[in-house]
């Protein structure tokens, strides 16, 4: 089943290309006055040293940095005008991404939790941790319904507004409640994970579609 409209508003209001995330991370860390190294900006932004090799000749391209000689074939790497002012740019749109973010996702939750309650429900699960979660959660102080659980394979081991983080195989386990999907980026992989361990489709709920999804 396709999602709903008010789904498919919140998909687009998340959809942000992952080179212009990584492309803000790396101009940031380059505007400092440290020259940094390729290593060192592999380190600080947690991926492969491939990947910033590759990000980095795409802003030398485009002008954003540029590359400075050091002796022992060391190099490092800084921020042009132009760069300054592309990372302004790229900031200001991931702040009007997440103000974006919150006021779509924060109504749909709202709408879902409602009537879920409407239709005396009194407890529910989330499935997946991220920013969208934390507005989820939001959302979901305005009603009457509890957290009993949160589950994410990815940050099991961790704790959630109070509430530990636990394996999606060991939420199912013990929890019989309704499971709401809390991270817009891995919906879809979330929900077929849940499919494939047997959970009903009518016990999962997407905000913006309280049927069955799949």
Avoid: W
């Amino acid at each position: 089943m396709k999602p709903s409209g008010s789904v498919q508003n919140m998909n687009d209001a998340i959809e942000k290309p992952l080179d212009s995330s990584r492309s803000l991370q790396l101009l940031s860390e380059i505007s400092g006055e440290e020259p940094l190294s390729q290593r060192e900006l592999s380190r600080r932004l947690g991926i492969a040293v491939g990947l910033v090799n590759s990000y980095l000749k795409n802003l030398v391209s485009k002008g954003y940095v540029r590359v400075k000689d050091f002796p022992s074939n060391r190099y490092a790497y800084l921020l042009t005008p132009q760069g300054i002012a592309e990372k302004s740019r790229l900031a200001y749109q991931h702040l009007s991404y997440f103000t974006s973010l919150y006021t779509v996702a924060r109504q749909d939750y709202l709408d879902l939790f409602r009537r879920l309650e409407d239709a005396g429900v009194q407890e529910v699960v989330f499935c997946g941790v991220d920013e969208v979660a934390e507005v989820a959660f939001l959302s979901l102080q305005e009603t009457g319904l509890k957290l009993v659980a949160v589950m994410d394979d990815e940050k099991q081991g961790g704790v959630f507004f109070g509430v530990p983080v636990v394996t999606v195989v060991e939420g199912l386990s013990s929890i019989g409640s309704p499971v709401v999907i809390t991270s817009l980026k891995r919906r879809e992989l979330l929900v077929q994970e849940l499919l494939r361990l047997g959970v009903a489709g009518g016990r999962i709920f997407v905000a913006g579609n309280c049927v069955e999804i799949f």
